[in-house]
């Protein structure tokens, strides 16, 4: 009889702490400081829940690629995802806020940006049925080029890698030809000799390993594009209250923790170019000059084609310091 009574109990339990499993999908590689966030935010909540959310990722495109993975989680086909924020320019073209060249330049600016950015993302996620858990930034996008680059003439008819329509339109500025390449495909791109240069962080540059073509790196500080991860808001809100408290503090912490990763990682990816035998340099005067003159063209065609929303983030941004 004992033995029933404590058996029953066991089943009770097993049945009110029955455990959910979130697939969640990244286009990036594992060991990125970004997927390490997220491996650590897992833990957190699994831990914090006692087992009763555990989350599954799944990096390198290998659940959905990068591009689809924003898509896959508004279908419920996957309960989470992380991708670059400007993959949801098409359907929110305020997410691009982070890519208009020179706006923020430090990682105190791209602070300010996305706490403006952020109600407003929020805000579109939420009539898409998807819910922001959190967003960390890249590293600083600097200038990455296999040939010494003087002024933007050398640009021209060269091939550049882009990852994202801002990137797309800078390439276009300068006359070069833009090439799509993924994050995880810049080494093979290199190798086999299709480009000639890209904006992208430090870190990009180390991860795939580039010094065997590129030689030389400029520390534009062009901007900090910022990774979000999203979740299906049906499946957010199918956890117990508690479960779904838990989640968000882990994300607080997680965007917490992986701004301070990002700034790390970013000192140390260039002296890592350097000791690699990159040459790590500030663009001359001249080069400068045409770039701050290149993002000032962005930033108006960009507020242009946007709109109000647009004026809401950089009107406080510029004159509420
Ligand atoms: N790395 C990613 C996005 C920005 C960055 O620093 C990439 O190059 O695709």
Known sequence: MKCLVALAALAVATVSHA???WKLATGYRAESFHTRNLQQFAADVERASQGELRIEIHPNN????????SQAVQQGRAQAGET???NLVGEMPIAGADAVPFVART???????WDLQRPLIENHLAQRGLKALYAVPWPPQGLFSTEPVKSSADFKGKRMRTYNPATVRIAELLGATPLD???VEVNQALSSGRLDSMITSALTGVENQVWGQIHFYYSVN?????NIVLVNQKAYDALPVA???QVAQAAVEAERRGWTMSESTAQESVAELQRKGIKVDRPTAELDTELKRLGERFSREWVHSVGNEANSIFIPYYFQR
Request: charged share 20%.
């Open 222 to 226: 062009a901007w900090f594009p910022k």
């Open 243 to 245: 479960v779904r408290q």
């Open 19 to 21: 455990q959910t499993v």
């Open 107 to 113: 990682y105190a600016d791209a602070r300010r940006l």
């Open 84 to 86: 670059i924020m400007t």
């Open 181 to 183: 390449v993924p994050m």
């Open 62 to 69: 290998s659940l959905f690629k990068l591009a689809e993975i």
